[in-house]
């Protein structure tokens, strides 16, 4: 689909009238209109606890994320009736559905509602505006990270792609891995900041999970955005460059003293990218090697990296897994017919959605060559039995859409229906090899 930019579409009338009875306006904010923008960015801001925007900071700010979708609630009974008490903003990412498969998706983020104005069904009215009009536009589904798991799943949101962070101890992390033959260069965080962009774009359509990064991410994790001063300060970056001379991987990391003996040091990884096994290998090598490091901290990590295999010692490395991820599927068809499947087979899922988007029967046709048609069952002769459908929310098709998530774990908590012929069927098509994973938040 060619871009579409979220800001032109219409504001949600359903949500605005609904929230008009309570007394409180939704209003899409001009993102050129500086002064308004502005107190948007500051509500978002204060909503997740980040702290004030000085005046200096905030006309980048504006510059890089102008582009997205921004709406407020405002209380006109308030002293400042134009303040925004909630925040959400929305724009069309590229998601990667499998590999060298990318989906419109529409990711939403910045939900925040003042403590003032709490649990009178705003973020309610935002979310299922979001979604109404991500469907309406021809978005098949939407996304979002979120600051807590037990917030999305009402609204048909399931995670679908987990991360770890990784502790390593680095006494006990003798490498035992190749030695790839290609080249580690040292890299300041500005020349980390002109590679990332191209390496990402390749390496995002490898994985299911990722989608299209923004420069001011790129900006702040090279500690160019003056966010952060003392963590930009120590910022170091290293490139692995194979023996053909192609940059393959690129990490961005921090080291700092613990206190005590000089040899305490904490290596943070704060991205590793990598294109090849070899790169991986190579940048993994380099930070259990550096010299005065005791621990190595990697968030926001795969839960399975071939690492935990290339040191001496299994348990060298804990993991603190948690899920990041959330999809929500808005149209079927177009979601499960997206990507490409490693197992041909036949499944027939009886979905329910709260919303409506998704409910009905679904016949789920994969052929030899992993390609999909999803046909809709007619309710009038659905003769599907429990013997050979299986039966689940949106919440739990999103989250076994991308194949990180297993249906047979899913059934085996009583969140799936089906036999278990039916079960087993699913679990085989909706598995992929390649783990979805999104490397940072948004
Ligand atoms: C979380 C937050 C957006 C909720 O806003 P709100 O307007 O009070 O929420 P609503 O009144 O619309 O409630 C919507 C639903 O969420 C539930 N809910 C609200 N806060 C919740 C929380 N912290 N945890 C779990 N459920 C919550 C409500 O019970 C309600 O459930 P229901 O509609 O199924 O009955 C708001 O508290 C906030 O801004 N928190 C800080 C920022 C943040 O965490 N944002 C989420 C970013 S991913």
């Not at 979001?130 to 999305?152: D, K, Q």
């Amino acid at each position: 689909m060619a871009f579409l930019d979220a800001r032109t579409l219409p504001l949600d009338e359903t949500s605005a009238a609904r929230l008009e009875s309570r007394g409180l306006r939704m209003e899409l904010i001009d993102t050129s209109d500086a002064a308004r923008f502005g107190a948007w960015l500051r509500a978002d801001n204060r909503g997740f606890y980040e702290g004030a925007i000085d005046d200096t900071a905030m006309p980048a700010i504006q510059e890089a994320l102008g582009y997205r979708r921004s709406t407020a609630v405002v209380d006109p009974s308030a002293p400042d009736p134009t303040a925004p008490v909630a925040t959400v903003s929305s724009w069309v990412a590229d998601l990667t559905v499998s590999e060298g498969r990318g989906l419109d998706a529409w990711a939403i983020s910045a939900v925040t509602v003042s403590p003032t104005h709490s649990g009178r069904g705003i973020a309610r009215a935002m979310l299922e505006g979001e979604l109404r009009t991500a469907s309406a536009a021809g978005i098949p589904l939407a996304t979002l990270t979120v600051s807590e798991a037990t917030l999305y799943g009402r609204y048909g949101f399931g995670p679908a792609a987990m991360t770890a962070d990784w502790t390593i101890r680095r006494a006990r992390a003798k490498w035992t891995g190749p030695v790839p033959s290609g080249r580690i260069d040292v890299l300041t965080p500005v020349e980390w900041r002109e590679r990332i962009e191209a390496l990402h774009s390749r390496v995002r359509r490898q994985e299911p999970g990722h989608i299209d990064a923004w420069g001011r991410r790129w900006d702040q994790l090279a500690g160019l955005t003056n966010e952060e001063p003392e963590k930009a300060r120590q910022l170091l970056a290293a490139g692995y460059t194979d023996e053909q001379g192609e940059l393959r991987g690129l990490m961005i990391y921090r080291v700092d003293h613990r206190g005590g003996d000089y040899s305490q040091h904490r290596l943070t990884i704060d991205m590793l990218t990598t294109e090849t096994d070899d790169a991986a290998a190579a940048l993994w090598r380099l930070a259990v090697t550096m010299p005065l490091v005791d621990e190595i901290q990697a968030p926001m990590r795969r839960l399975d990296e071939p690492v935990r295999w290339q040191i001496a010692d299994y348990r060298a490395v804990t993991l603190e897994p948690r899920d990041n991820l959330w999809l929500r599927i808005l149209d079927v068809p177009a979601v499960l017919t997206s990507r490409r499947y490693d197992t041909n087979g036949s499944v027939t899922l009886r979905v329910t959605d709260p919303l409506g988007y998704a409910e009905g029967t679904w016949q789920l046709d994969v052929d030899a060559a992993g390609e999909a048609s999803v046909t809709p069952v007619d309710p009038a002769d659905d003769a599907t039995s429990s013997q050979t459908r299986i039966e689940l929310g949106i919440g739990e098709l999103s989250s076994v859409f991308l194949g990180g998530v297993s249906v047979d774990t899913l059934a085996r908590a009583g969140r799936i229906e089906g036999s278990a012929e039916a079960v087993r069927q699913a679990d085989a098509v909706f598995r992929s090899a390649a783990e979805p994973w999104l490397p940072f938040w948004f």
